[in-house]
């Protein structure tokens, strides 16, 4: 049987059958299941399309009424976004300390400021809600830094530190 393998004959009379059995499974079987997999793939985006507008218009209204709202001439505060945002996610102002530096201006003329933020006992479900909806509301913040440190004795309490950079 190994000595097949090694003869040219069965390369000429098997490239040929593949190449004849390519065609017919294409038309039986890739083609039919490629249509199958379309059609689940537009119901699965009309679903999620529904989920959208579910979300945006019942559920969490308030991302649509910001973008709205926003001023573009304002210009950025740490103090009143960091304000904004731990309100929303019922962090007291008591709970954290925060400290900016002033606006400064690199060599390629672009402008930043950087923040720093200690919470001092907060858990993870509320940090990460104010985090992502400190992503969501300023695009050009990024944060740069996050330190967890676990409160012992606690079962969900953090000491969180965070640093922050926005770029104008």
């Known amino acids: 049987m190994k000595d097949i393998y090694k003869k040219p004959i069965f390369y000429y009379v098997l490239i040929p059958i593949l190449i004849g059995l390519w065609p017919l ?10 249509k199958s997999s ?7 985006y009309a679903e999620a399309e529904k989920l959208i507008e ?7 209204p308030q991302r649509l009424d910001y973008a709205r709202t926003k001023k573009t001439g304002e210009a950025f505060d740490y103090t009143t976004a ?24 690199t060599k390629g003329g672009q402008i930043n400021q ?5 919470i001092d ?39 969180a530190d965070v640093k922050f950079i926005y770029y104008q």
Request: hydrophobic fraction near 40%.
């Open 82 to 105: 960091i304000d904004q945002v731990t309100k929303l996610c019922r962090i007291l102002p008591t709970e954290y300390k925060l400290s900016s530096s002033p606006v400064r201006k």
């Open 121 to 159: 006992k907060i858990d993870i479900g509320k940090f990460s809600k104010f985090i992502s909806v400190m992503h969501m509301r300023w695009s050009n913040l990024q944060c740069t830094n996050v330190t967890l440190a676990k409160i012992k004795g606690e079962k969900d309490a953090w000491k």
């Open 25 to 34: 499974w294409l038309l039986g079987l890739g083609i039919p299941g490629a």
């Open 38 to 44: 379309l059609r689940s793939e537009m119901d699965d």
């Open 54 to 60: 579910q979300i945006l218009g019942e559920l969490d």
């Open 114 to 118: 950087d923040a720093s933020m200690t």
